[in-house]
């Protein structure tokens, strides 16, 4: 009896102990990051700006698991256009902190909007939000529409919510969700970049940049906390408010959608009628850094011509 409680214990300890060995994302830690860094109210915040100093201002906001370098492939054909790009990794992602706690809309839209603040940036802004960034963008742009010009969402989370299945269940089951989450996590992402490998991307090594943000502290727990925060907010009446504010909206989806699927499309467009939305065949989630180009097309062929 004593052998099996041992090994129980040991089964039980072996997550959280590998949780407790990962790197801490400190000064150390982002010693040869591009970019720049601010202290914001919830902690440092990576960033970087491209292209011309004088052009209008868009803003990417990344996704769930994957920071800033997502954009890679997005942002010099923005700047090469005129556009003033800003990039910036989420709290709990990339070289920004790793910080404890909820992670639900107000924690998203501060960042971003002290971020902007930091920068001097007001209004006319052009949003560009990826995954979960699609609903943080939407977020966003329901809460200060008159700073928004138009918004793009990618791939948008926000049109429906996790409720069953493992998911739902760490979701929605304190402790024992905590310890699921740390102990299946890392291997289903690690799968899913392996099922990526071999496709067409605009991001170098994108995978094995993925891959190493598993070996961040607090990194799957922020996961855990999005999921539970702004991935489970009702954005029904944020989407409302922006058909009501007339502010453009362009939808982008992939075809082969396996993570949001293609039911989404249809919820924005019960959601917002004005909405502007394209499929890209062949794309998945990924279709940010698989299908670049195709997503260039039809984002520069839809934004408002440069002033």
């Known amino acids: 009896m004593i052998w099996f409680l041992l090994i129980l214990a040991g089964i039980i300890a072996a997550p959280l102990v590998l949780e407790y060995r990962r790197r801490v994302m400190d000064d150390a830690a982002r010693g040869s990051a591009p970019g720049q860094f601010v202290h914001l109210s919830q902690g440092v915040t990576h960033y970087a700006w491209h292209g011309p100093k004088n052009g209008p201002i868009v803003v990417c906001v990344h996704g769930l698991t994957t920071p800033s370098f997502v954009w890679r492939g997005i942002t010099p054909a923005l700047a090469k256009s005129g556009y003033r790009v800003l990039t910036y990794d989420l709290y709990g992602r990339g070289y920004s902190d790793h910080p404890k706690g909820p992670q639900g809309r107000a924690f998203f839209v501060n960042?971003?909007?002290?971020l902007l603040a930091h920068e001097g940036v007001r209004d006319d802004l052009t949003i560009i939000g990826y995954s979960m960034?699609?609903?943080?963008?939407?977020?966003?742009?329901?809460?200060?529409?008159?700073?928004?010009?138009?918004?793009?969402?990618?791939?948008?989370?926000?049109?429906r919510r996790v409720s069953g299945g493992l998911a739902g269940f760490i979701k929605n089951t304190p402790l024992i969700g905590d310890w699921l989450i740390l102990a299946l996590y890392p291997r289903m992402l690690?799968?899913?970049f392996r099922a990526e490998r071999d496709l067409p991307t605009s991001v170098p090594q994108i995978t094995e940049l993925q891959a190493n943000e598993l070996e961040l502290r607090r990194f799957i727990p922020s996961v855990l906390a999005s999921?539970?925060?702004?991935?489970?907010?009702?954005?029904?009446k944020?989407?409302?408010?922006?058909?009501?504010?007339?502010?453009?909206?362009?939808?982008?989806?992939?075809?082969?959608?396996?993570?949001i699927g293609n039911s989404s499309s249809g919820t924005l467009a019960e959601w917002n009628r004005d909405a502007t939305q394209e499929v890209i065949e062949?794309?998945?989630h990924g279709l940010t850094y698989t299908h670049t180009d195709e997503v260039l097309r039809i984002m520069q062929a839809w934004m408002k011509p440069l002033d």
Do not use: N
């Not at 960042?111 to 002290?114: H, T």
């Not at 529409?145 to 948008?156: H, K, S, Y």
């Not at 999921?227 to 029904?236: F, Q």
């Not at 009501?244 to 982008?252: E, Q, S, W, Y």
């Open 111 to 114: 960042q971003l909007a002290e």
């Open 190 to 192: 690690r799968r899913g």
């Open 133 to 159: 960034g699609g609903a943080i963008s939407t977020c966003f742009a329901a809460t200060y529409p008159d700073r928004v010009r138009q918004l793009i969402l990618l791939a948008p989370a926000g049109m």
């Open 227 to 236: 999921l539970r925060g702004v991935l489970s907010d009702d954005l029904s």
């Open 282 to 284: 062949g794309a998945g």
């Open 238 to 259: 944020d989407h409302k408010a922006l058909a009501a504010r007339g502010i453009p909206v362009l939808a982008i989806w992939g075809r082969d959608d396996t993570v």
